[in-house]
């Protein structure tokens, strides 16, 4: 089966800068790469998304880029606000969901 | 629209009981999972289902059961509660497929404590 590997798995920066995430897969047929905020003690829930026919998406501060010769894909946040403090899931899409472990986000104010 | 919702919130347990969670959602969607999840080790595929009457295993199958008679229910089943089993679980759904995916939508979670 697919597996997702995800780095870092903590990440402090300081309120301003940028913070990126990468994840790596193995299985060439997954073709959906979405991204999830956990909040703690709340639900994973959805904050930007790829499909495999497309190398970048932007959503105002997030951004995600895909390599599928490389079979990676990374998440950009700039500007960093405190509330964008929380664990960060990547996943792996074609018919089950494969996550990466997480990755702890500290913005300093 | 409900979304995924997710019973009981908490749950405390002693080792050899049984019990279920439940999961339904109304979203209509096809493709229903059980995830749990610990410290470290993110999100592992319990058991999948792709439609009603059809299920699969998914990384960590053992000592759960599900079954899946309707497109809205997908309960989870634990036979005999190990320590072990002590987790946070998530269920989620979406649609997924060669030619069409969307965001998995997960329920508020259930804490399970096994003694």
């Known amino acids: 089966g697919e597996n997702v590997e995800q780095h870092p798995s903590t990440l402090s920066v300081q309120e301003g800068d940028s913070a990126v995430i990468k994840c790596t897969y193995s299985?060439?047929?997954?073709?959906?790469f979405p991204w999830y905020k956990q909040e703690l003690g709340k639900r994973p829930q959805l904050i930007i998304d790829?499909?495999?026919?497309?190398g970048e998406k932007k959503d105002q501060r997030i951004a995600v880029t895909l390599n599928k010769t490389a079979k990676h894909f990374s998440l950009h946040i700039t500007e960093t606000q405190p509330e964008d403090s929380a664990v960060y899931f990547c996943?792996?899409?074609?018919?089950?969901?494969?996550f990466g472990t997480g990755t702890s986000l500290t913005v300093i104010p | 629209n409900a979304g995924v919702t997710q019973t009981p919130k908490f749950q405390v347990l002693k080792t050899g009981q049984s019990m279920t969670l439940q999961c339904a959602q109304d979203m209509n969607h096809e493709y229903m999972s059980w995830y749990r999840q610990d410290p470290g080790m993110g999100l592992r595929l319990i058991h999948y289902?792709?439609?009603?009457?059809?299920?699969d295993q998914g990384e960590v199958p053992n000592g759960y059961n599900v079954s899946r008679s309707t497109t809205e229910d997908f309960p989870l089943r634990l036979l005999s509660a190990a320590p072990s089993q002590t987790s946070v679980y998530f269920c989620?759904?979406?649609?997924?497929?060669?030619?069409?995916?969307?965001?998995?939508?997960f329920g508020n979670g259930t804490r399970l404590t096994v003694t």
């Open positions: 299985d060439s047929a997954s073709n959906y």
């Open positions: 996943a792996a899409s074609m018919f089950q969901f494969y």
């Open positions: 989620a759904s979406g649609r997924t497929g060669v030619t069409y995916n969307s965001p998995l939508h």
């Open positions: 790829i499909r495999s026919n497309v």
């Open positions: 289902s792709v439609g009603a009457g059809i299920t």
